[in-house]
């Protein structure tokens, strides 16, 4: 049932990409990934476990982050 940290954030990440990817908002692959693993990386030092939860608030984070396009 429990996952290992490492773990966590790889499902996170990937749940989180995949969702940006399918909705065509991934612009830059580095720098969409190293926001995804950095925002989830600080989410789960904060204690939060629940990966949902980690991909969701990662994808928040990207779309009020990102550069707007003009």
Same mark, same amino acid.
């Given at each position: 049932m429990s996952e290992s940290v490492h773990i966590l954030v790889?499902?996170?990440? @990937?749940? #989180?990409?995949?969702?940006?990817e399918r909705s065509g908002e991934v612009?830059?692959?580095?720098? =969409?990934? @190293?926001?995804?693993? #950095? =925002?989830?990386?600080?989410?789960?030092? #904060?204690?939060? %476990? %629940?990966k949902i939860m980690l991909a969701n608030r990662a994808i928040d984070a990207y779309r009020k982050n990102r550069p707007q396009a003009a």
């Open positions: 790889e499902n996170a990440v @990937q749940i #989180a990409w995949e969702f940006l612009t830059d692959g580095y720098e =969409t990934s @190293q926001f995804l693993v #950095a =925002t989830i990386g600080e989410m789960v030092v #904060a204690g939060e %476990r %629940r």
